[in-house]
Nanobody
């Protein structure tokens, strides 16, 4: 099972930016889809952004135009660039991987807090 290690969360003011990183334990060439999900207490985990091995992306409507997902196969890392952050973006963000073969993997989560 691929191991995922997340970093980059923290406290930021509304309108600010953060970049989350997710480092995989093995080549992500073997991973069909990777993505970022987020969750707040009392709510279901929500897909925020996803990217295929070929580079196609999709986003939840609430982050379109503000967030950008990318992947660097040489570094075995997926990123989430978050701009124009809003208080409603506050959540624990989780990296997710869907290998072409094998079971899915989740990171441990990194907290993003958007507040004045």
């Amino acid at each position: 099972q691929v191991q995922l290690v997340e970093s980059g969360g923290g406290l930021v003011q509304p309108g600010g930016s953060l970049r989350l990183s997710c480092a995989a334990s093995e080549t992500i060439f073997s991973i069909g889809n990777m993505g970022w999900h987020r969750q707040v207490p009392g709510k279901e985990r929500e897909l925020v952004a996803a990217i295929t091995r070929g580079g196609s992306t999709n986003y939840v409507d609430s982050v379109k135009g503000r967030f950008t997902i990318s992947r660097d196969n040489a570094k075995n890392t997926v990123y989430l660039q978050m701009n124009s952050l809003k208080p409603e973006d506050t959540a624990v963000y989780y990296c997710h991987a869907e290998p072409l073969l094998g079971s899915e993997s989740w990171g441990q989560g990194t907290l993003v807090t958007v507040s004045s």
